[in-house]
């Protein structure tokens, strides 16, 4: 029976570029259900949008020194583009900083503000005195008072819960690093409270959720639910469509689920159809979304209770949330710049290898590592070895014996057996897909090949083809049989190679275009072309980490304003000028070496994308850089303020954030009076980076 299906796939921010982590937690698996769907004669709605309201984009503005819009213009044309190339296909990928988006939201608002739902209260807010503001929940970074890990204003990410920026231990202002504190201040708030029973009655029956989902939800519900504000003193967001509220935006956890109705909505006006969503939002259609665990209390409690308190609209059907996937045991987080970047995997692989790997290996009930041997492992013995070897042998030997497809002669019980098994396969991959158990399926899918490879190894067709041409001829078919099976079956999860497989078979259309049961279907007589591979064996020594050098971003910066540090003895505080990369503050232990006004106004050297540290109460962005044989000795630029600091023959490629420990493994040094790196100058536009005063050969810089 045809389904409405509505997929939802949490909202990437718009502050930097896709991570492989956002592909497995949200991305791919929303796509496989979707094709898959598509395939079984389903109708579905899949949106989902850049989340550019987010304090995440203010900080990467602050940054750099521009403004969110731009931060947020460059990173939408990026995921799109990487979207596009990954073969993720959405009826709909849309924005929250649009007008349509804004609008629907704002409409939200009023509906629950009509209905009770949400009302005015003053409440204490983190307030910085040195910045002159009050700081939204991410721009107060401090200890959880429930795990003891290093945690945002909003949420811990290591143990999941929501937090507000007073209940931080040791709370310090993520823009200078000084400890905020609370004012007064009046905020909107959602009453959160009083669908407690309501959501545990609509709970009841979700025992077919993810174990780690449900039993999080309701004892998340069980423990008490708190109102929650809804606006903050920002300028870059939804404004609030209430007299009084002019400086205040709508906060993005509230605005952001939003977007699946506002996406839903746009999509129906771009269609024509400007009606159309009420199919999926007010009619008999199930609802997923898919997320990581992170974001579980946001679409399993927030966004239902939003959704009741509006009334009239669908509620989720399935979260079924995925664990994170890691990077040598960290979590995925761009932030942190912890994680494995999009754009820069699809330089080095194609599409399909991602979405297979990671589809063999999705987090779907615990943490999973991204690991570069068992990728070149998983690529090599499974996809060149297993799958598409068997495609390329029988493509090949089909197409030099007989050059199209050939007839089936008399079937014997081990041909029947291998089309019987072809129907459990197509059975199996679609009910697990169904059930969103997406690593079980593509395991069958596999299965099927080494199946294949044995059905061609012990019936022998290059012996056949000599000895008894029809009996050839009806073992190739079914190979090919198979063939066509693992094209269909393919197709949710590797789109790109399905499509040349069913090319292959002399077919012209698009394969996600067909029916899921085609896959079962005998073949149609088709001319069948020379084949060429589908994937390349890798070597883990094409997987080495880039130079360590090039993922510094050495910048020449000018010292604008120094003062003493507060609470040390040793440190100054230094406001600096770093040309496009905006202006910032650091702290240098260099006092008992030079004066305040050997430094005012002088150009150093920094580490730009240092990640940023708190040092005695005061937020350092960056790091300068000074050569020392027991004396520091700052280096001495000579271009101009902004300009890049480089090493002949190693391209900067800049990481968005280096770790200091990472940093001490790259060894610099001074030789012959400049500075250098393994035997290269450090040079600007103008010539080579010096210190400012004599020192010994092989002194470190740091």
Known sequence: MKEHIFIGAAWPYANGPLHLGTLAGCLLPADIFGKFNRMAGNDVLMVSGSDEHGTPITLTAEKEGKSPKEIADRYNAQHVKNIEELGITFENFSRTSNDFHKKVVQDFFLRLYENGYIYKKSMLSPYCEHCGRFLPDRYVEGICPYCGGEARGDQCDKCGKTL?????????????????????????????????DKLLKWLEDKNYWKDNVIKFTRNWIKGGLKDRAITRDLEWGVEVPLDGFKNKRLYVWFEAVIGYLSASKEWAEKTGE???????????????????????????????????????????????????LTFSGEQFSKSRGVGIWIPDVLKKFDADVIRYYLSINMPEKHDTDWNWEDFVAKNNNELVGTYGNFIHRVITFTQKNFGEVPPSGELKDEDKKILEEIEKTSRE??????????????????????????????????????????????????????????????????????????????????????????????????????????????EVGELEEKEPFSKLDLRIAKIEKVREHPSADKLYVLDIDVGELGKRRIVAGIKPWYEKEQLQDRKIVIVANLKPAGIRGVRSNGMLLAADDGTPSLLLPNGEVGEQVTVEGIEPQPADVVDFKEFTKIEMKIKDGMAEYKGKILADGKGAVKPDREVEDGSGIH
């Open 429 to 538: 991959v679609g009910e697990a897909i169904k059930a969103c158990h997406f690593k079980e399926g593509i395991k069958r899918l596999i299965k099927l090949a080494q199946t294949g490879n044995q059905y061609m190894n012990e019936n022998a067709p290059w012996k056949l083809i000599k000895e008894d041409r029809e009996r050839c001829a009806t073992v190739l078919h079914i190979c090919l049989r198979i063939v066509k099976a693992l094209a269909v079956c393919s197709a949710p999860y590797m789109p790109h190679s399905a499509n040349k497989i069913w090319h292959m078979l002399g077919y012209e259309d698009d394969i996600e275009k067909q029916e899921w049961e085609e896959g079962i279907k005998d073949l149609k007589k088709a001319r069948i072309e020379k084949p060429l591979p589908l994937f390349k064996k890798l």
């Open 274 to 324: 400007p009606e159309k969503w009420k199919e999926w939002w007010e009619g008999d259609a199930k609802h997923y979304y898919f997320l990581a665990k992170d974001n579980i209390p946001f679409h399993t409690i927030i966004w239902p209770a939003m959704l009741m308190g509006h009334g009239g609209l669908n509620l989720p059907y399935d979260v079924p949330a995925n664990e994170y």
């Open 164 to 196: 507000d920026p007073s209940e931080l231990i040791d709370p310090k202002c993520k823009i200078c690093g000084n400890a905020p504190v609370m004012k007064e201040t009046e905020h909107l708030f959602f009453k959160l409270s009083a669908f407690e």
